[in-house]
């Protein structure tokens, strides 16, 4: 009987150490779990702040349009139209 080329240097183990999972000790998944947490209070803290600032920003437009609308009103109240003498506006 011959050995076949590939088996020569092949470990007979290995396939099966390949196949088992890693084993992780009880720390090790609670420091992965509270990294996942952080990283979730991060994004949740982000786009709060994202969406605090949007908020802002549209306030701020309102804000804006309401004083132009302001000074159009008080423009045309300071400036109203003198008649002219033969009554044409």
Known sequence: MVTRPKNA????????????????????????????????????????????????????LAQLDAMEDAAIANAHSEFPRQKLKNGLQ
């Open 9 to 60: 240097t092949t470990h007979p183990g290995a396939i099966l150490q390949d196949a088992q999972r890693v084993r992780r000790t009880k720390e090790e998944i609670e420091e992965e779990k509270e990294v996942k947490r952080e990283e979730t209070r991060a994004k949740l803290k982000k786009m709060a702040a994202e969406k605090t600032r949007k908020a802002n920003g549209e306030a701020y």
